[in-house]
């Protein structure tokens, strides 16, 4: 952020805590004209700055939460259950139980920081303020307009329709709002996004803060949300029986064609494209094995890694991040690495995830095919090294005070035959729940989580913070916008053109599906493995219609075991070493931490019963 003028800083502090108690309210509860002293903010253009700033904590740390949305979807499983992510898989969610909700996009939070963003338009729009730089108005204006479609945005992929609130209650007025209908918050959001990027066209702003690009981004997510067959009312309701009619509106469109609204997703897809960089995605044939991984990797550390090969260009991928340059209690890689590391394994991969990633070759990974079972972590798509932590995998050194316990620096996640004392016992390795280090830490699943854990050795995950940005839009979203509607529209050679790009980039040949239905399933998969932990996996099988069969599945684990081949031993420290061992992976399924299930009322989020009695204009969701 830019630097504040020494003389209004303790105001500016009086005013963010004022603030951010007022934001602790419900959106439609006022606080006294007394508390803020609002005309004076809009008469300062550092004040008046500071009121936009405190808008931008609306984003949270992005998907930087201790729970994240991938254990909500068929990537990951949250390792410790009595947090409410085992109510929403378990699909025993109600508007009494509401199970986990992030802040990030929670029914209040996002219309707290709505009507900031409303009184951030109305006082400037209005010329209630004293601001002389027009440029710093557009500024502020197009921030504002960007913030609020972004948080509408996040109101309508979660719920449906919502109410469309644009004024700023005061105290005598009558709180009952009805939702719109789901067409109107569309285009209400895309007008959003269209002022957003007219004001801000031109202008460099902040590291952190929006862009037109981003709010071109946002209009290109929007639109392929708004095309999809979650918003169709004839799929809708053909998958979801009985739905009140009257909630139909809220939930899709009442009239218009699928197919324009994919032409129009498209075409903002382009926009985005055009005016964006992207980061390697000009190759003409595949990247070699071992730069398709650091090119992954390089990417999901948006330029804020020191590690060993990882190039900082990537960043130019980056469209609207969430950066921790400043801060410095950051410890994403604590919540979600190894136990055997001091870490809290949080959102482990699951083998459903896992099991995905092709083979080098491109062909599909199986564990009826004996080789790949016997080696299945061996020449698997180049993304997958740079997303899992698998057993035998290489990783950072561990904490010197457990002692020289693994001196080759790997993760251990089976049982391994060890001599110990002259015989032999079952050794459970450093990273599984029976650690001699940290046991009640570890994963239920046999695999950790890589991809936005910053590789740098010299970062110590367990007490000290990493800056990896969390990517809220970036580039290659757009374009896998661009093939969906390619691929819905009949429109396969575009598809087919930058489906091969995206995979190149990634060091996997180019795909060999050529009709509508074959493209659509390849783009689907790249779309999974590519956006992996990115929070789109959740809201894709929901839009596509397909949650029931791939959120509904039961978790599949890993076991490992190492059996001493004949003739062969190994003494402490154990290393992962297939001259030794005969190493058996197991596939199973486990429900004993979530005995996953779906109901098609999660197709959207109820309302709390709260909201609903404060506001009986609220119409519920169907199922609730």
Request: glycine share 6%; net charge neutral; with cysteine.
């Amino acid at each position: 952020m830019k630097a504040i003028n020494k003389n209004i800083k303790r105001y500016i502090l009086i005013f963010t805590i004022l603030l951010a108690a007022s934001c602790k309210k419900d959106f439609l509860n006022v606080e006294s004209p007394g508390q803020v002293p609002s005309e004076s903010v809009w008469q300062d253009p550092a004040t008046a700055q500071a009121f936009v700033n405190d808008i931008y904590n609306g984003l949270g740390n992005g998907g930087f939460s201790e729970q994240m949305l991938a254990s909500v979807s068929d990537e990951a499983l949250f390792t410790h259950p009595t947090r409410g992510i085992d109510l929403v898989n378990n699909a025993t969610i109600n508007p009494s139980t509401l199970g986990w909700v992030d802040d990030t996009w929670a029914y209040k939070q996002m219309y707290n920081r709505i009507r900031a963003c409303n009184i951030t338009i109305d006082k400037i729009t209005s010329g209630a303020n004293g601001l002389s730089s027009q440029s710093l108005k557009d500024q502020l204006l197009g921030e504002a307009y960007f913030l609020r479609a972004y948080f509408y945005q996040q109101l309508l992929r979660y719920y449906g329709a919502v109410p469309l609130i644009t004024k700023i209650y005061v105290l005598d007025d009558n709180y009952n709002a009805k939702r719109n209908t789901y067409e109107e918050c569309v285009n209400f959001i895309v007008k959003d996004c269209d002022e957003a990027n007219r004001l801000l066209t031109g202008k460099t702003l902040d590291k952190g803060r929006t862009t037109a690009l981003a709010a071109l981004a946002l209009k290109s997510r929007v639109l392929i949300y708004a095309a999809s067959d979650l918003h169709n009312r004839a799929k809708l309701t053909d998958k979801i029986k009985n739905i009140d009619v009257k909630v139909l509106d809220f939930l899709s469109y009442a009239s218009g064609s699928q197919p324009d609204r994919y032409r129009l997703a498209k075409t903002a897809a382009k926009a985005v494209m055009d005016l964006g960089t992207g980061y390697k995605l000009d190759l003409a044939a595949p990247a070699s094995v071992a730069n398709g991984q650091l090119n992954y990797k390089s990417i999901a550390m948006g330029g804020a890694s020191k590690a060993p090969g990882i190039d900082a260009t990537a960043a130019s991928e980056l469209i609207f991040a969430r950066y921790f340059i400043i801060q410095s209690n950051i410890k994403h890689a604590q919540q979600n690495g190894p136990n055997g590391y001091h870490n809290w394994a949080g959102n482990t991969p699951i083998g459903l995830l896992v099991d995905d990633y092709e083979m080098q070759d491109g062909s599909k990974f199986s564990w009826a095919n004996a080789a790949q079972k016997a080696n299945p972590y061996q020449s698997r798509d180049p993304r997958f090294y740079a997303t899992i932590l698998y057993d035998g995998a290489g990783w950072k050194p561990r904490d010197k005070a457990s002692g020289n316990v693994d001196p080759a620096n790997q993760i251990q996640t089976g049982i391994y035959d060890l001599i110990d004392n002259g015989g032999r016992i079952d050794f459970k390795g450093l990273d599984t729940r029976g650690s001699s280090i940290e046991n009640w830490n570890g994963s239920w699943t046999g695999y950790y989580y890589h991809k936005f854990i910053d590789p740098d050795p010299a970062i110590v995950d367990a007490s000290m913070s990493q800056n990896v940005p969390w990517p809220f839009f970036r580039y290659t979203e757009a374009v896998f916008n661009y093939i969906e509607a390619s691929i819905e529209l009949g429109e396969l050679s575009d598809a087919v053109s930058w489906l091969n790009k995206i995979r190149f980039r990634a060091g996997m040949p180019a795909v060999t599906a050529t009709d509508q239905a074959g493209l659509r399933e390849v783009y689907r998969h790249e779309r999974r493995i590519e956006m992996a932990y990115e929070e789109q996996r959740y809201h894709d099988t929901r839009r596509w219609l397909i949650a029931g069969e791939t959120l509904g599945r039961k978790v599949t684990y890993i076991k490992v075991t190492g059996k001493f081949k004949p003739g062969k031993t190994m003494s402490a420290p154990y290393h992962y070493d297939p001259t030794v061992y005969d190493y058996t992976y197991s596939p199973v399924e486990e429900n004993a931490q979530e005995n996953r299930s779906w109901d098609n009322k999660l197709y959207f989020r109820p309302f709390s019963r709260d909201e609903v009695n404060k506001n009986n204009s609220l119409d519920q969701n169907p199922g609730y």
